[in-house]
């Protein structure tokens, strides 16, 4: 008994009655959750997450994520443009050149705390759940994907979002990608609570209340 199911470009996943996750479709970008890159033909347990209830599933172009009922957020699949919020070569290398070239360094400035260290060990595939760690041990009512971005509603009203940001869709008034979780600060700076998140493919949408 299903309560839940949510599409990725190749890719499918289940919330059962219970809280359990399955999936199934494409994994060649670890967007299954199996430890494995291959497809799989009928909805196989992510038995990763057994034991842990979940509330809430979403998948993005090749990536997942689930919501414990505790507010834990588990992320799994192709990181590539830093969609898991974990670290990204590719981003470290993109803003490397654009430190080197001299391009928008004031507008960098924002992500340059957000590096990696130089030993740190990027991701590009993450084919297990990772459970990812909120700025201030946030809690997490709910998440939405993008094909490499991904949006969450904090327990308290706020907004987080992280990944690929070339047409503006993590909200932070620019495009530059980030593979760290950031709060949306022009909403909480017009006062508005955040109740519920959906995310397009290059677009994030929120329904807000005033606080």
């Known amino acids: ?56 599933v979403a998948a993005g172009g090749w990536h997942s994520a689930s919501v414990s009922e505790a507010g834990d957020l588990y992320m799994w699949g192709w990181n590539e443009s830093g969609q898991l919020a974990l670290p990204s070569k590719a981003l470290a290398e993109e803003r490397a050149r654009d430190e080197e070239a001299g391009a928008g360094s004031t507008e960098l400035m924002p992500c340059r705390e957000q590096q990696a260290p130089k030993d740190a060990a990027f991701i590009s595939i993450q084919a297990f759940p990772a459970l990812l760690d909120l700025p201030e041990d946030l809690e997490v009512s709910a998440v939405s994907c993008g094909s490499r971005h991904t949006a969450v509603v904090t327990r308290g009203g706020e907004l987080y979002t992280w990944g690929w940001g070339k047409y503006g869709q993590l909200g932070h008034g620019n495009n530059i990608s980030s593979d760290q979780a950031r709060r949306v600060e022009h909403l909480v700076a017009k006062g508005l609570r955040v109740e519920e998140v959906v995310c397009g493919p290059w677009t994030t949408y929120v329904r807000v209340r005033e606080s």
């Open 1 to 56: 008994r299903a309560r839940r199911l949510v599409l990725g470009t190749e890719h499918a996943l289940a919330l059962g009655a219970a809280g359990e996750v399955f999936t199934w479709g494409g994994g060649r970008h670890g967007q299954l959750g199996h430890g494995l890159l291959e497809p799989e033909l009928q909805p196989r347990l992510v038995e990763a997450l057994a034991g842990v209830p979940m509330g809430a």
